[in-house]
C-alpha cells in the first residue's frame, strides 16, 4: 500500500472464519517484502488478512467478487488511516481497536 502500511491478504483452507493481525510500531520501521523481488519497504503498520476459501471462493476467473469486495473495504480503511496520519496518533491498542469498530459499524456495507 506505501505510506509506511503493508496489507498483506489471502484466502485459505485451513480456517473457519477471517482471521486479522495487526502490527503497529509508531517508532520503529518494520522492513516488510514487497512485490518488487529482494525488495523490502519500510512500514509501520502492517494489517494482515485471511480469509476462509470457503466463504469466499474463487470463480473461474480466480477471483471472488466477495473477497474483491472485502479486499476494497479495507483498503479503502487503510487509505483513511494513512491519509489522517492516524496511526501514529494511537496511544494504546484499545485507541486503535475501538477506532476500528466505530468504523466498522459506521462504513463498512458488506
Known amino acids: 500500500m506505501g505510506g509506511g502500511i503493508a496489507f498483506p491478504h489471502?484466502?485459505?483452507n485451513l480456517i473457519q472464519s477471517p482471521l486479522i493481525s495487526?502490527?503497529?510500531?509508531?517508532k520503529n520501521n518494520i522492513m516488510f517484502p514487497s512485490k518488487t523481488k529482494g525488495?523490502?519497504?519500510?512500514?509501520?503498520?502492517?494489517?494482515m488478512l485471511l480469509l476462509p476459501s470457503t466463504d469466499f471462493?474463487?470463480?473461474i476467473s480466480g477471483k471472488s467478487k466477495k473477497y474483491i469486495e472485502t479486499i476494497a473495504?479495507?483498503?479503502?480503511?487503510?487509505?483513511?488511516?494513512?491519509?489522517?496520519?492516524l496511526i501514529k496518533n494511537?496511544?494504546?491498542?484499545?485507541?486503535f481497536l475501538d477506532y476500528?469498530?466505530?468504523?466498522?459499524?459506521?462504513?463498512?456495507?458488506?
Request: zero cysteines.
Open 57 to 59: 471462493p474463487a470463480n
Open 39 to 47: 525488495r523490502k519497504i519500510s512500514t509501520n503498520f502492517v494489517y
Open 73 to 85: 473495504e479495507v483498503a479503502k480503511f487503510l487509505k483513511i488511516l494513512k491519509s489522517g496520519k
Open 100 to 110: 476500528v469498530s466505530d468504523y466498522k459499524e459506521k462504513w463498512i456495507k458488506i
Open 22 to 26: 495487526i502490527g503497529l510500531s509508531p
Open 10 to 12: 489471502g484466502r485459505i
Open 90 to 95: 494511537f496511544k494504546n491498542k484499545k485507541q
